[in-house]
C-alpha cells in the first residue's frame, strides 16, 4: 500500500516524472512481493508487473495508452485493499 500511495504522491505532471515514479513503484513492488503468499502476493505481483507495463509505456519503450494500464492498477488496487482488510 506504501508503494502505491508513493507513486500517486510522486507521479507529477509530466511523462517523464510519471515514468521515474512507476519504475520506483515497480522496484517497491518487487521486495514486497518476495514476502506476500496466498492471493495478496498474487495480486502484488500483478502489480508489480503492470508498474514495469506503465513505465515502458510513458517512457516511450512501448507505443500503447497508458490509461489503459493505469485503468488496470486502480482495479488491482482496489482488490488488493479488499485481500489485505480481509485478512
Same mark, same amino acid.
Given at each position: 500500500?506504501?508503494?502505491?500511495?508513493?507513486?500517486?504522491?510522486?507521479?507529477?505532471?509530466?511523462?517523464?516524472?510519471?515514468?521515474?515514479?512507476?519504475?520506483?513503484?515497480?522496484?517497491? !513492488?518487487? &521486495?514486497?512481493?518476495?514476502?506476500?503468499?496466498?492471493? #495478496?502476493? %498474487?495480486? =502484488?505481483?500483478?502489480?508489480? +508487473? /503492470?508498474?514495469?507495463?506503465?513505465?515502458?509505456? !510513458?517512457? &516511450?519503450?512501448?507505443?500503447?495508452?497508458?490509461?489503459? #494500464?493505469? %485503468?488496470? =492498477?486502480?482495479?488491482?488496487? +482496489? /482488490?488488493?485493499?479488499?485481500?489485505?482488510?480481509?485478512?
Amino acid at each position: 500500500m506504501t508503494a502505491l500511495a508513493g507513486y500517486r504522491r510522486n507521479a507529477g505532471g509530466t511523462r517523464g516524472s510519471q515514468a521515474a515514479a512507476a519504475q520506483q513503484t515497480y522496484r517497491d !513492488l518487487m &521486495g514486497a512481493g518476495l514476502d506476500a503468499q496466498g492471493a #495478496v502476493g %498474487a495480486m =502484488i505481483r500483478r502489480l508489480t +508487473a /503492470e508498474f514495469q507495463e506503465l513505465s515502458f509505456r !510513458l517512457s &516511450g519503450m512501448v507505443s500503447s495508452d497508458p490509461e489503459q #494500464v493505469i %485503468a488496470d =492498477i486502480n482495479a488491482d488496487f +482496489a /482488490e488488493l485493499k479488499r485481500l489485505c482488510e480481509a485478512t
